[in-house]
Structures are given as C-alpha cells and as structure tokens.
C-alpha cells in the first residue's frame, strides 16, 4: 500500500497504538545467523513477511470494509496477486495465527497500514525485520554456503525452476521441490509433502499462503521455514537490470 493512499482510507478503527521502527529491527546479518544456528542445531524456526498482499488479507473487516476493499484494491477477487481472492476470512484468521506463531515478521516500518493492522490484532513480534529482508539474503555469502552446505527443500510455483538455477549455479542439488500450491486448499498437500521428504530448512514462496506454512512447519514439524518471497523470481530474473546475484 503506498503512503498517498493513506487519507483516502476509511479506517473502521482509529486503534493505532503499536508503532514499528526502523531502529528496532534485526539486521540481515542477524536474520542470516538465526537462520543458520537454528539449521545446524535443529532448531525450529519460523520467517513470515507482511507485504502490500498480507496487509490487505489482513484488514478484511477488521480495519477495511470489503466495499472499500472492492472498490480500491486492484486484485481484489483475484489469486494472481498474493494466492488469494478477497473476501476470505478463514486466510485473515489463519494469517493472524502465523504473525503471532512466527520467531521473526518481516514488516515495512513507519508505515501506519502496519501500526494499525498490529495496534487492531493487539500483537507486536519480539523480533522483526524488514518486508524485503528475503531478496537481501542472497547478497551475504553466509546464507549461500548455507545453501551449498545443507541445501534447502523449495516451495513454489517457480520452485522447480529455482532448484535448476541453484543445480547450475551452485551445483546444488535441492532436498525436494513441490509446485501444487495456488491456493489455501492446497496448503494441507503443501504440508504433507514437506514433512515427509527428509530436509531441515525450506525455502517458500507463495504468497500469503508461505506466511501460513512457515510457522506450522517450525512448530508442529521442528523445521526451519522461511518465507521467500519474490525471493526466488528477483534470482531467476534475466533482465539485464537485474541486480540480484547469488554472492558465491
């Protein structure tokens, strides 16, 4: 959601008493660490990202009417966007589930769309970081030996052609790939396949529902699962612009 955006809002609550700063968020350094000691010691861990996407699931009759909704967001009805269609209360409520089940939210500070969605859900995480810390972490070659050292299972409609990409540039070989997953019903088969392919972290990117599957594979199945985000597209991008490289 973009700031001009803000006076056009018709909030159905004036709460706004969580604020989110830029000061208090974790490095990328020390996302990349927690990462990596909770991989090598098996550790549960939960990375969830709350992007323009997430913050219109989230708002769905809590903060933002659907007439508002309806009539102001782009993609309202569609998949296309964050893998799910408005009006859908069931993701909203699985979605405030994971914010508050995750270990780390990646969350845009100074941004009042956020301090409102959180002062309304009344939950501040103990750690955040930035939304897009996920396209950052290929930069530090810390989190790319990790990914040649103990290489990750891939979730996402561009999974198999991320586990390719990582096969070439890294001569990696992924612990699994799974692609099926458009939706929140296919979040159960999402789930099935994962704990049962033998791996310790994952990669996931696919949209709101990677916010849902992150958390529940570190909680209830003692994984590492990170939410990637447009993770995996910034990499696969061939566009002469494209900025994003693996840092080998």
């Known amino acids: 959601m973009e700031m001009e955006y803000y006076k056009n809002y018709k909030w159905l609550t004036h709460k706004c008493h969580i604020?989110?700063?830029?000061?208090?968020?974790?490095?990328?350094n020390k996302l990349i660490n927690l990462i990596i000691e909770s991989v090598n010691n098996q550790?549960?861990?939960?990375?969830?990202?709350?992007?323009?996407g997430e913050e219109a699931i989230l708002s769905q009759d809590i903060l933002l009417s659907h007439e508002w909704l309806r009539n102001n967001i782009g993609w309202y009805g569609s998949k296309?966007?964050?893998?799910?269609?408005?009006?859908?209360?069931?993701?909203?409520?699985?979605?405030?589930?994971s914010i508050k089940d995750a270990n780390v939210v990646g969350v845009f500070a100074h941004?009042?769309?956020?301090?409102?969605i959180f002062s309304v859900i009344?939950?501040?995480p103990?750690?955040?970081?930035?939304?897009?810390?996920?396209?950052?972490l290929c930069f530090e070659k810390s989190f790319v030996d990790l990914i040649r050292e103990n290489p990750p299972l891939l979730v996402g409609m561009?999974?198999?052609?991320?586990?390719?990409?990582?096969?070439?540039?890294l001569n990696v070989n992924v612990k699994g790939v799974y692609t099926n997953i458009t939706g929140l019903n296919d979040i159960p088969n999402t789930i099935?396949?994962?704990?049962?392919?033998?791996?310790?972290?994952?990669?996931?990117s696919a949209g709101v529902n990677a916010c849902i599957i992150a958390p529940i594979m570190a909680k209830t199945y003692g994984k590492v699962c990170i939410d990637y985000g447009q993770g995996m597209d910034t990499l696969l991008r061939t566009d002469e612009e494209n900025t994003y490289k693996l840092n080998k």
């Open 158 to 169: 561009k999974a198999q052609l991320f586990a390719d990409f990582l096969k070439r540039e």
């Open 43 to 52: 550790i549960p861990f939960s990375l969830v990202r709350i992007g323009d």
């Open 192 to 204: 099935e396949y994962m704990k049962n392919t033998k791996h310790d972290w994952s990669l996931v």
């Open 19 to 28: 604020r989110f700063n830029l000061t208090e968020q974790i490095s990328n």
């Open 126 to 136: 103990l750690m955040h970081c930035h939304a897009f810390a996920n396209v950052f």
């Open 80 to 97: 296309t966007y964050c893998g799910v269609a408005m009006p859908d209360h069931a993701t909203r409520d699985k979605l405030i589930q």
């Open 111 to 116: 941004d009042e769309f956020i301090d409102r």
């Open 122 to 124: 009344n939950y501040k």
